[in-house]
């Protein structure tokens, strides 16, 4: 038996990402159609600023220009999620803005209140700038790093 995997003709990598962004996409409907959080549930949810699809002020893309993350928890409006996307309504700094944010754009989805975190492997993007919160004007409660509950896929080839 030899050390080194095949290729695949499968895109096994590309098809597991896509069905863990649908748990995302699933859970956020589910608030959506609850018309806000459940008991003590928030997200935090890291996404590519300049991914495809991606509109977001241009002062947060100034402030982060790789990576941001957001806190859907007490002070959010106007979520809407649709099949490819969600959008909704933060305060920054004092400032309402309104986020569009592809499923495709998200590299990291936790939510603290039941130590569950998804991280999703960024689609290459070689020179990534180090990750600073957004600062959303809510209380931040920091997630649990024991690495219980927690998917990490990490899909790089072995050649």
Known sequence: MTE??????IPYD???QEALRA????VLGEVERGG???GEHHFYITFKTHAAGVD???HLIERFPDEMTIVIQNR??????????FEVGLSFNQIASRLVIPFAAITGFVDPAVNFALQFQAQADDDAVEQ???GNDTPIAEPI???????????????
């Open 4 to 9: 080194t995997s095949p290729d695949s003709l």
């Open 14 to 16: 590309e098809i597991v």
């Open 23 to 26: 748990v995302v996409g699933r």
């Open 36 to 38: 806000g959080l459940p």
């Open 56 to 58: 977001i002020p241009r």
């Open 76 to 85: 959010y409006w106007d979520l809407i999620v649709r099949p490819d996307e």
């Open 132 to 134: 600073t919160p957004a």
């Open 145 to 159: 790093e024991d690495g219980s509950n927690v998917v990490s896929v990490d899909f790089t080839r072995k050649k």
